[in-house]
């Protein structure tokens, strides 16, 4: 599927969902030209694939951690089987569907579908084991059913993490949901391990992400709670938890503890059964909050990713660009030294051998020929640069393609870049990398602006700091849309055409204030028989 259908496919379902992302569709498309003409994309690729345009919740942990028990109870459906063991060893992603009945979809339909946020994971695999991505069906599934509070947004459930025995590929899924994600819920089962024989899971799972930007967005909650009721000092299980999970690095609030009441223990004291369940309802409201709020994060966040890819071109890409460029470029100058010095060495030897010298350069026949005939000349002139620079570019071409691959293990948009600007047509010193003109950074300048505007403009959907309510008339939206319109114009027409659409609404109000009256009276007036037939 190209960029463009894809573009097309989320226009469609984007009318239907939310239409106010539809105006950041087209500065995407702004954004990809430029990845194009840079090298950081290729011609299949596309900004818009890099994030998910639906809310996206994932719920990460260990195996019998609630997992699937918390998303059953949240979407008030058995989705999900549930057990004390590893009951799923797959990704599943939970969306709505039209059938009452939970249907089970193949992981190829999550890897095919630019909506969801695995779209070409199965590149994604091979690249950490090659062949692993033919057997997307091992790794992912999708199922869909008709809960209601699962409209507008995406789930995953994912297998139970033991990071002793993933394997790569998984570690690189649970990377990327991680990536994609709106709000991340991580699970940790209170009744076992304890906390010090985790080392390895709470290394993978909260010291990697609290390094992150965005790590308000991941939820660290201790499950099964319950179990503590026994202990001398519950309060300490917990805080033994909380010790643990902030020695990895997190900081603030978004430590939280539960349990289900269904499957609770008993605890043989009102008090503390009192006390338990008063903490419990109290995070639980705050995790369901923060679920409901996902839909406005993830407007605002598809808004501000243009902003966050123009900053990383900026201050990260091109730098690297730039570097990698110039260390392939040093590795070529100092290869064509030594081997164009070898070869002169040996040139100079093999002649000195034979006693070339001892005759005057200008009397040997190579020389009387090119003298004698202008197609000698030319010929024997035209030979020499040709191996010369066929050497020179067999060089250039094998020092690009080791460092390419080299580059493609960890940063693939790098090694395309670099494989753009080493093309052979291509000079060995450019004044700045390929695509990154004055023009285009210009354009990156636009996107800026563009995203800037649409987070404004989803402000004004639930801000208003004036405090004023808007004047009720129909016409309203004609004024604002001349307005809009007349950007370019200048003052004296928007205030012309202006005051021609406010004169418009004044009459239109004064019409309607009429129509009212005679509805009144209408209203007031005895009402006709109703005549039988």
């Known amino acids: 599927m190209t960029p463009k259908e894809r573009y097309l496919k989320l226009q469609q379902h984007l009318k239907e969902e939310n239409p106010v992302l539809l105006d950041i569709i087209n500065t995407y498309k702004e954004l990809d030209k430029i990845g194009y003409k840079t090298g950081l994309l290729t011609k299949e690729q596309s900004y818009a694939t890099q994030i998910s345009w639906w809310p996206l919740i994932s719920v990460l942990g260990t195996f019998s951690a609630g997992k699937s028990t918390f998303i059953n109870n949240y979407t008030g459906t058995e989705l999900q089987a ?63 059913t008709n809960a209601d509070i699962l ?37 940790f089962d209170a009744r076992h391990p304890e906390p010090g024989a985790m080392r390895d899971t709470l290394q993978h799972l909260v010291a990697t992400t609290t390094e992150r930007k965005d790590s308000d967005k991941i939820l660290y909650i201790l499950n099964q709670i319950d179990t503590a009721a026994h202990e001398d000092n519950p309060e300490e299980v917990i805080g033994s938890w909380q010790r643990a999970i902030s020695s990895q690095g997190l900081v603030g609030g978004n430590f939280y503890a539960i349990y289900n009441e269904a499957s609770a223990n008993d605890f043989n004291d009102e008090a503390k059964a009192e006390r338990f369940k008063r903490k419990k309802d109290l995070d639980m409201e705050r995790i369901y909050q923060r679920i409901d709020k996902v839909s406005i994060e993830r407007t605002y966040r598809i808004a501000n990713t243009m902003e966050t890819i123009v900053e990383e071109m900026h201050v990260q890409k091109i730098p690297l660009i730039e570097k990698a460029i110039s260390a392939w470029r040093r590795k070529v100058i100092a290869t064509d030294v030594v081997v164009f010095s070898a070869l002169t060495a040996i040139l100079f030897f093999g002649l000195t051998s034979f006693g070339a010298f001892e005759t005057p350069i200008l009397q040997w026949q190579i020389s009387q020929l090119m003298q004698q005939s202008i197609v000698y000349g030319a010929g024997f002139s035209g030979l020499a640069l040709l191996i010369i620079f066929g050497i020179h570019w067999f060089l250039r071409a094998k020092f690009a393609k080791w460092d390419i691959a080299r580059i493609s293990k960890t940063d693939s948009q790098l090694a395309n870049a670099l494989r753009h600007n ?18 285009n950074r210009n354009k990156l300048n636009q996107v800026v602006m563009a995203s800037k505007s649409a987070i404004q403009k989803l402000n004004d959907q639930f801000a208003n700091p004036s ?20 950007i370019d114009k200048t003052p004296l027409e928007t205030q012309a055409e202006t005051k021609v659409a406010e004169d418009d609404s004044t009459s239109n109000l004064d019409s309607n204030e009429a129509k009212s009256e005679e509805s009144e009276k209408t209203i007031e007036s005895p009402k006709a028989p109703i005549s039988e037939k």
Request: aromatic share 8%.
């Open 82 to 144: 549930t057990g004390n063991q590893a009951i799923d060893d797959k990704f599943t992603v939970l969306c709505y569907g039209s059938n009452a009945e939970v249907t089970t979809l193949p992981g190829l339909a999550l890897d095919s579908d630019p909506r969801f946020p695995f779209f070409g994971i199965s590149k994604e695999i091979d690249k950490v084991e090659t062949g692993e991505g033919r057997r997307i069906d091992n790794y992912l599934q999708l199922k869909t």
């Open 151 to 187: 409209k507008g947004k995406i789930l995953i459930d994912s297998p139970g993490f033991d990071a002793d025995s993933q394997r790569d590929s998984t570690l690189r899924i649970t990377d990327h949901i991680i990536e994609m994600s709106d709000l991340v819920l991580v699970f």
């Open 422 to 439: 080493t093309r052979f047509w291509r000079g060995m010193f450019p004044k700045e990398p390929r695509g990154w003109s004055k023009r």
């Open 467 to 486: 405090g004023k309510q808007e004047e009720k008339s129909t016409n309203l939206p004609k004024v604002k849309n001349n307005v809009e319109n007349n």
